[in-house]
């Protein structure tokens, strides 16, 4: 269980770094997607606490995840 949750952890803050670095260099529904991913693996690490600090967030990763779907293609 504990190597589980450690290989989540990583790969989501990878995801949120990756996608941090694809927004930088202009692929910005590519990050917010990586961080919305990323933020969600975040949030389901947390669900063995409060609701709130579970639901939140995979509210806000889910929010965001539809709005990079939704983007505008801006060529």
Avoid: C, D, H, W
Avoid at 1 to 20: D, K, P
Avoid at 25 to 44: D, H, M, Q, Y
Avoid at 51 to 72: G, H, N
């Amino acid at each position: 269980m504990q190597l589980n949750e450690r290989l989540i952890s990583l790969l989501s803050y990878g995801a949120v770094i990756f996608g941090v670095g694809l927004g930088t260099f202009g692929i910005v529904r590519g990050g917010s997607l990586f961080i919305a991913i990323g933020t969600a693996g975040i949030a389901l690490k947390s669900r063995k606490f409060r609701t709130l600090e579970f639901y939140i967030p995979l509210a806000i990763a889910i929010a965001l995840f539809v709005l990079a779907i939704a983007l505008p293609r801006g060529r």
